[in-house]
Each structure stands twice: as C-alpha cells, then as structure tokens.
C-alpha cells in the first residue's frame, strides 16, 4: 500500500518504520524542518509542507494513497488532515492519533476519521484484556462501520467450553476472527472446539456486544456486568 503519514515525530517514525518493514511505501509530511530526520527513518519518502494545507497535500499526490495516518502531537491538526484527507482526496482510509481523552468524540466519520487510536484507551484496554476473565473487553472502535475488535477470556463455567464453534448460536453482525490459545492464534472453523482459557476476539457492532456476552459466558452475565460483578 502507499501511505501517507502526517506528523514525523516519534510516534510517525515507529509506524513508518513497521509499515516499511512490512513491506509498505510510505511518506511522512512535516512541517518543522528541525524535525525532518530522513535519516531516522530511511525507507521512507520525506515531505517538509504543511499537511493542513490543501496545495502541500495536491503537491504530496494524496488522493493516490491508500491510507492516510494523521500522527501529530495535535489534536486539532489530526482533525483537519483527516477532514481533507477523506472530503478533497477521496482516501479509503484514514486512521487519527486522539492525544486527550477529552477529544475522543470528535474523531468521528463526520470528520473522515475510519479508525481513531486513542492512547488512554488501548492502555486501559491493554490493562482490562491481562486481568479480565469471563468478561468482554472493547480493544478498538472502527469508526466508519460503528464496528468494534472485543475480546473475551473463557471461564471454565463457560456454557460452550468443549463444543464446536458450530453449536455457538452468535448474533447477527458479530464474528469471531481469532482464537488465541497459549502461544498459538487459531483461525477458527465451525469443527474447532473453544476451551477455558481461550481469548476470544470479536468484531461486532456495539448494539449486538450484550448478546454476544449473554452467549459466551451465559445470560446472566450481562446483568452481572452491570451491576459491577
């Protein structure tokens, strides 16, 4: 893919690099000369313009990337690069840095935002899914489809612990995507079993979460959570 990073500070340069490293072509946009270290980051296409500025990203050739990543320490910046991203260039996919937690609502499809990685969030995230067993756990939110990456633990009491995937009765606009085992991830099939311990990995809308909690670990798990249990 050709992707377009605005924003060369420390957290553009560590996603070029793991994007070059996959295999990717990417261009990192800076505006701060003091700032523009291709030497940091050599596999990379180096642009010194400004991103919130309609001319510098017709002159950077935006409309022909795939994914545009609006990486900057500012809020305000990343709204306005994702804005033109999606409304001027037509990019398929643009993926927000939220620096505060209090901005987080605004980084919606409203503003051309498909995916917004708050910091906060994963870290809670993180934090919830290494201590969480026998309850669901939001990782990420894709904006566009309103579409969310939930994990589940298995608990031993687990109503389908030891049956195929086939008897598990899932809501519609859910999926499980991926079975992680010990050190293994599973692509589930219908003939594979689910076993206590197993995390489980969803995509799902937020309106179906309840119902695939109430399958997984029971009905009464829902009311559970609820009443913080």
């Not at 309103?146 to 031993?156: D, F, R, S, W, Y």
């Amino acid at each position: 893919m050709r992707i377009a990073i605005a924003g060369a500070g420390n957290v553009g340069r560590s996603i070029a690099q793991e994007l070059i490293d996959n295999g990717h072509q990417v261009m990192l946009i800076e505006r701060q000369p003091r700032m523009l270290r291709p030497d940091r980051v050599p596999g990379a296409d180096w642009v010194l313009a400004d991103a919130c500025e309609l001319s510098s990203l017709e002159e950077a050739e935006i409309a022909g990337c795939d994914v545009v990543v609006a990486a900057t320490g500012d809020d305000k910046v990343n709204l306005v690069v994702s804005l033109l991203a999606k409304t001027e260039f037509a990019v398929p996919r643009v993926v927000a840095r939220v620096n505060r937690a209090e901005n987080e609502w605004l980084f919606t499809e409203q503003w051309g935002v498909d995916v917004a990685v708050s910091k906060p969030r994963v870290m809670a995230a993180l934090v919830e899914e290494a201590v969480t067993v026998g309850d669901l756990v939001r990782l990420m939110t894709f904006r566009q489809g309103e579409a969310n990456l939930v994990e589940i633990t298995l608990p031993p009491a687990a109503p389908y612990v030891g049956q195929p995937l086939r008897d598990v009765p899932l809501p519609r606009d859910s999926a499980l995507v991926a079975i992680v085992r010990g050190r293994r991830v599973l692509v589930p099939t219908p003939d594979d079993t689910i076993e206590a311990g197993d995390e489980l990995v969803f995509v799902c809308t937020a309106e179906v979460e309840d119902s695939v909690r109430a399958v997984v670990l029971g009905p009464d798990s829902v009311e559970r959570t609820r009443n913080g249990r």
